[in-house]
Structures are given as C-alpha cells and as structure tokens.
Nanobody
C-alpha cells in the first residue's frame, strides 16, 4: 500500500498558481508511478496526472495539459503538482496516490493506491 500526505492547497483567484506537494512515508513511493486526482462537489474523483517512477515520463488529462506540471524528488519522497493558469473549474479536493495510465488521457489509481486526507484548492474571484 502506498500512503502519502498532501499539502499546498489554498484559495487563489482565476489565473493564479499553486504548487501541491505529496510526501510518502519512508520508502512508500519506491517503484511506483504517483498521480494526482481530484474530486469536486457532485462529481466522481478523476485522475489528472501520473508521473513514472523514474520521473522521465508524465501523463496528463486534456483539461490540465499545458497548465499543470508534475515532478518528483525521489530523495525527498515527494511528488509535486505545479498548477498555473488556474480556472474556477479546477476547484476541488486534490489527492495523490499510486497511479496507472491505461490510455491517452485516462489515469486510474493503481491496485496499491490508498487515499489520504487531500488538500483543498479553491479558485474564485
């Protein structure tokens, strides 16, 4: 099971930026692709990014492509999500978990994914 703690959320105006962090306990992330997922009110949780264990490859859904960038620091057991040009529709609770990219634009939690508390992102004027 891959456990992690998310942080970095907050309130931002449209067009603003935030950087989320996801830190795994001990060596929890070793060998796993890690993704970011989000869930807004009344909607199912969706995978929006997934970065490979090596960090060399990242996948994104179309709604965030070109605006969000994920990266990882293996030494720090941390995965980041840099979010730029935020829109009101990005408002959601954001979670990180082990992921798998099953098709272009389709990111799912892996079989070892565990959900943490998440971090709230609110984009509003």
């Amino acid at each position: 099971q891959v456990q992690a703690v998310e942080s970095g959320g907050g309130f931002v105006e449209p067009g603003g930026s935030l950087r989320l962090s996801c830190t795994g306990s001990g060596s929890a992330f070793d060998g796993y692709a890690i993704g970011w997922f989000r869930q807004s009110a009344g909607r199912e949780r969706e995978g929006i990014s997934c970065i490979s264990w090596s960090g060399d490859t990242a996948w994104y859904v179309d709604s965030v492509k070109g605006r969000f960038t994920t990266s990882r620091d293996k030494a720090a057991n941390t995965v980041y999500l840099q979010m730029n040009s935020l829109k009101t529709e990005d408002t959601a609770m954001y979670y990180c978990a082990a992921c798998v990219s099953v098709a272009p634009g389709v990111i799912l939690p892996s079989s070892v994914a565990q959900w943490g508390q998440g971090t709230q992102v609110t984009v509003s004027s």
